[in-house]
């Protein structure tokens, strides 16, 4: 499969030691992420589970309003922590090589009731530390209990 370059541009300038002269190899030529790479960057970036490699598998949940935005650190106003509505590391995580994109899923289950959860992010971590991806849901979700919500990232990389 062949893919466009990722955005980005490699430049190599050769200095010639005897001269000190300088020339372009290579300026602004448009890179190309590899299957390879692109796969480990998934991993990284969502599926790996290990210590210090850790991907955005945490899922939470909020019932802010507020709109998602690009500098957002945290989700809007109080992330969800009771009902069985807490930040959750999810339960599926899977990535084919060769495609770009990951799944990131969790089936929450209410233990109470919770009105109008509007939106969800992800983490790499069970507490704090970087939202990685937020998106508010088309429609609030109310839930009692037994009730079950389950949401699913699909992530694509560039």
């Known amino acids: ?8 541009y490699v430049t190599a300038i050769v200095t010639k030691k005897d001269t000190g002269r300088s020339f372009y190899a290579s300026h602004l030529q448009k890179n190309l992420l590899t299957n390879n790479g692109r796969d480990n960057l998934h991993a990284l970036a969502y599926t790996n589970t290990a210590n210090g490699t850790r ?55 209410a233990s109470g009731t ?5 939106a969800s992010g992800t983490f790499n971590n069970a507490s704090s530390t970087t939202l990685y991806h937020e998106a508010a ?22």
């Open 55 to 109: 991907g955005a598998g945490y899922v939470a949940l909020t019932t802010s309003t507020a709109s998602p935005a690009a500098g957002d650190t945290a989700l809007g106003g109080t992330e969800l922590a009771s009902n069985g509505f807490t930040r959750a590391d999810a339960t599926t995580k899977t990535h084919s090589g060769g495609t770009n994109s990951t799944i990131i899923e969790h089936t929450f289950t």
């Open 1 to 8: 499969m062949k893919f466009k370059a990722s955005g980005g």
């Open 114 to 118: 919770v009105n109008l959860i509007h």
């Open 137 to 158: 849901f088309g429609t609030d979700a109310s839930l009692i209990s037994g009730d079950t919500l389950k949401v699913t990232w699909t992530l694509n990389l560039g």
